[in-house]
């Protein structure tokens, strides 16, 4: 390899910076002030760090120009004051020192695609001091990640040798994020286990043939092992391990080095330079740096007073954690063989994995033991994380036994605990899914009346607190306007007097409706005599509604789970952010007059809807609200968890030959312009060929519909028939959402019918027609969820049907299909009773079963039935 100094000019020489260049970072980041300019060519002048020597007795973290300009090498911000935003570096994808030293830097989009703005951080940087990221979405942003692997994730069991499945994924997804462009460092443990593998064959081979032949495991024995020593093993075993990384690396284009390190590489201010400046020069080069202790030597054991103040290296999470704050980067990754840190050892009762975790809250853990084959620990772990924390490096412990950890952690998913210093005061949603179990088994065990009551009281809330509720969603709506949330959004987003008066209304349906819902009798049975058998509705248990952008649907759903006993867990857009918490506190405001407050809540930290997709167990249903691609995206995701919803609401109006013009024009207006965004809206409208060619129907739909400001498009059959009309439909299956809508023309009713088998989605299909006969065909033909006969497509809604509200409209077969209110949040169970019931006098002949339906009301003795008793056979 050519020595960099070769290439740069020898130790001392200077990169100058041309203008061009300066001006280009001034734009790049975004500098605004003239203040902020001038600022930052003062920190860009020949005395700044970006025009120090590339490899300077100072110990420059920048090893080259792509380093230390870049910011590889991070002076991550340029140390801007006052009210200017903040400008932060990030490293080219990759880019050679010859091409970027011969390049011209007048190509901002080709040369500095990747400066960008981190403004999660950059006011803590520029105040002079690292800022870890906050929350785990952040963590996509992570440029230079060291990966810590413990013993326990890459040994076997027994401690000898190596697991090389796991080593193999784990390599994989690091190749995988350093071909990224990002910066990946290794701090691995494995040399001592490699190296007792390598000793137990050689004591093998020096054994006797007596010893050879016994039955017993001679080279496992204890006598065996105390042969081992630790640090032979480290010797023998680490240049194994390194050739056994490069050849994996090798596989996906990675080149690796290797470091050994002691601990007074880090208490002498020259060593502690060169191995930064080591570091970076690899990073430069895109090498990835593997790094391990040199457990083949024994470090002294004295230390200064000024080092002691910093974390003592002991084992290689706390390497890791030094090595990371060392070389300012942005996550580590300690990977152990326990999914993270719980509130007490994982094999107690009780233990729960934190998902969060904050270090003033150490004090209240529980640390097991250690692993048998690793030198550190939890506690360990724990010491190391918040050290590394408290100076700006994020860190998350995960199970490196899991597959796919390491991406799904730099992707922001919900994978080990990550460590925060976030205020954020939320309670963790598996709490939250714990609560609103419990408080669904409150619910059911109150009167139906007081159930009732907590809903007419969120009803006089809504109306009472209106005030509230519409300056917190007129901020939604203006924060959403600067943000560009397109028309169909806002309109959902948008809440009204009349809005809020007919939720109020509704309400008051389901609480008069829920009286007599839950725990109802759906049939009852005589088993045999004194044996009787009813069938009652229950909850379905704990309820995720996902929804984005309608704060109406919240009261609305929270209404129907009060009602039926369920629990339920709300996760609502962001755009909708205030409005949503303005609802949820008249919801708890409620629910405290039964004591039930944790039986509703609103999901407000950030866990990804993937992340709460996977809660098997806690929830028990999941209902999507929202565009069809929410739907489908959740349908997608949720392998376990039923999901109750439908993915596109292609609605139809089919104006049969038989029709009333005059009513036909009114439910098409009424169908596409009361509210196009919603899911019940029609999106084609097919005519009969008859009524198109010998009446003014056509041109009275048109008018009227372009009165409404809805853009037409035409199917091919009318389009055909017109000389100058509408232009041509892409294609029927589309959710327009919109004012917009296609038109076609068809042959018949038949024909109409498989159109809409074809292309709908089975959710409302209409006809509009005066032909009993051809009505009834329809309906009783389209297999859609609502069918409708001279009656607008608008009518498929919980509150208009008389359902009160509803949570949803399912297009599903099973359980629940259409608009889904109380029964459809139901399910049953069988209730037994008897006297001594006994299956084995039965099967012995001794009685016999009856098996009577009798009405579920009023009370039936089994004396009065008369039962012939036939002997067995």
């Known amino acids: 390899m050519v020595p960099l100094h070769t290439v740069l000019g020898p130790r001392g020489t200077s990169i100058p910076v041309k203008k061009t260049t300066l001006s280009f970072l001034l734009r790049g980041n975004r500098l605004q002030t003239h203040a902020d300019k001038k600022k930052a060519t003062a920190d860009l002048s020949p005395r700044s760090s970006f025009c120090e020597p590339w490899y300077s007795n100072k110990g420059s973290k920048g090893a080259s120009l792509r380093v230390s300009l870049l910011g590889a090498n991070r002076p991550r911000s340029l140390g801007l004051t006052g009210q200017s935003k903040f400008a932060v570096a990030k490293p080219l994808q990759s880019t050679t020192i010859r091409e970027i030293s011969t390049k011209s830097f007048q190509s901002p989009k080709s040369t500095y695609a990747s400066l960008h703005l981190d403004a999660s951080r950059s006011l803590s940087r520029a105040e002079g001091r690292r800022a870890a990221f906050l929350h785990r979405q952040q963590l996509q942003h992570a440029r230079r990640i060291v990966v810590k692997l413990g013993s326990a994730v890459i040994t076997r069991m027994d401690g000898y040798g190596l697991a090389l499945g796991r080593l193999a994924s784990i390599v994989e997804q690091v190749a995988e994020l350093q071909n990224e462009g990002r910066e990946l460092l290794m701090v691995t443990s494995g040399a001592v286990a490699f190296g007792k593998q390598k000793l137990a ?399 509703i809540s609103l999901v407000t930290k950030r866990d990804e809807i993937s992340d709460l997709l996977q809660l098997e167990g806690d929830i028990d249903l999941v209902i999507p609200r929202g565009s069809s691609e929410l739907v489908r995206t959740i349908q997608e995701q949720s392998q376990t968890i039923p999901v109750l919803g439908h993915a596109e609401g292609i609605c139809h109006v089919y104006i049969d030959k038989d029709a009333n013009v005059e009513k036909a024009v009114k439910i098409v207006r009424d169908a596409k312009c009361d509210y196009p965004s919603a899911c019940n809206a029609m999106e084609t409208l097919l005519i009969h060929e008859e009524i198109f060619h010998n009446s003014p129907l056509f041109n009275k739909v048109c008018q009227t519909l372009i009165k409404e400001n809805v853009k037409i498009q035409a199917g091919s059959r009318l389009a055909k028939m017109l000389t100058f009309g509408p232009p041509l439909a892409d294609t029927f299956k589309v959710e327009f959402s919109d004012l917009e809508c296609i038109i076609e023309l068809v042959s018949n009713m038949e024909e109409a019918i498989d159109h809409i088998h074809r292309y709908g989605s089975s959710h409302t299909d209409v006809i509009v027609t005066e032909n009993e006969e051809t009505a009834n065909s329809f309906l009783s033909s389209v297999d859609s969820a609502c069918v409708f006969h001279n009656v607008s497509s608008r009518f498929a809604d919980g509150f208009r049907l008389g359902l009160g509200a509803e949570v949803g409209i399912s297009t599903a077969r099973i359980h629940a299909r259409g608009p889904v209110g109380m029964e459809g949040l139901l399910t049953t169970k069988w209730v037994l009773k008897g006297d001594c019931g006994i299956a084995s006098e039965f099967t012995e002949g001794k009685r016999n079963f009856i098996h009577k339906k009798v009405p579920v009301d009023g009370e039936y003795v089994c004396d009065d039935i008369y039962v012939e008793h036939q002997s067995s056979s």
């Open 201 to 599: 064959q050689e004591l093998l081979m020096s054994l006797s043939m007596r010893e050879t032949l016994s039955t017993k495991d001679s080279i496992r024995s204890e006598e065996a092992k105390s042969l081992i020593a630790p640090r032979a093993s480290a010797a023998v075993g680490q240049s194994g391990l390194m050739s056994l990384y490069e050849a994996m690396f090798a596989q996906y284009g990675v080149k690796v080095a290797q470091i050994l390190i002691t601990k007074p590489d880090f208490y002498n201010n020259e060593t502690r330079q060169n191995l930064n400046s080591t570091i970076n020069e690899l990073i430069a080069l895109n090498i990835l740096p593997i790094i391990n202790t040199n457990d083949a030597v024994t470090p002294p054991p004295q230390v200064d007073e000024e080092i002691s103040k910093k974390l003592d290296i002991r084992d290689n999470d706390s390497l890791a954690a030094r090595l990371a704050v060392e070389i300012e980067s942005d996550l580590i990754i300690l990977m152990t063989d326990v999914d993270g840190i719980f509130n007490k050892p994982p094999n107690e009762e009780g233990a729960r994995l934190i998902d969060n975790f904050c270090p003033e809250t150490s004090q209240k853990l529980m640390f097991g033991e250690k692993s048998s084959v690793g030198t550190g620990g939890m506690e360990s772990k724990v010491k190391a994380a918040s050290w590394a924390l408290d100076r700006g490096t994020s860190v998350v412990i995960c199970n490196g036994l899991a597959q796919g950890a390491i991406k799904g952690i730099v992707q922001g998913r919900k994978i080990g605990t990550f460590f925060t210093n976030s205020s954020d005061g939320g309670l963790e949603v598996e709490v939250l899914t714990k609560n609103a179990r419990l408080g669904s088994r409150l619910l059911q065990s109150l009167d139906p009346s007081q159930r009732a009551g907590a809903i007419k009281t969120l009803a006089e809330l809504l109306e009472t607190r209106q005030p509230d509720i519409l300056v917190a969603n007129q901020r939604d709506m203006e924060e959403a306007e600067k943000s560009g949330l397109s028309s169909t959004l806002m309109a959902r987003l948008r809440l009204t007097p009349a809005k809020l008066n007919n939720l109020a209304e509704g309400l008051r349906q389901i609480a008069s409706s829920s009286l007599d819902t839950l725990g109802r009798t759906l049939s009852k049975t005589i088993i045999a005599e004194n044996i009787v058998l009813r069938q009652v509705t229950v909850p379905i248990g704990v309820l995720l509604v996902i929804f984005e952008s309608r704060p109406d649907c919240l009261p609305q759903v929270a209404a129907l789970a009060m009602a039926t006993g369920n629990g339920l867990l709300l996760k609502g857009g962001k755009e909708a952010f205030h409005s949503n918490q303005v609802l949820i506190d008249l919801v708890k405001e409620s629910l405290s007059t039964v004591g039930a407050t944790g039986a």
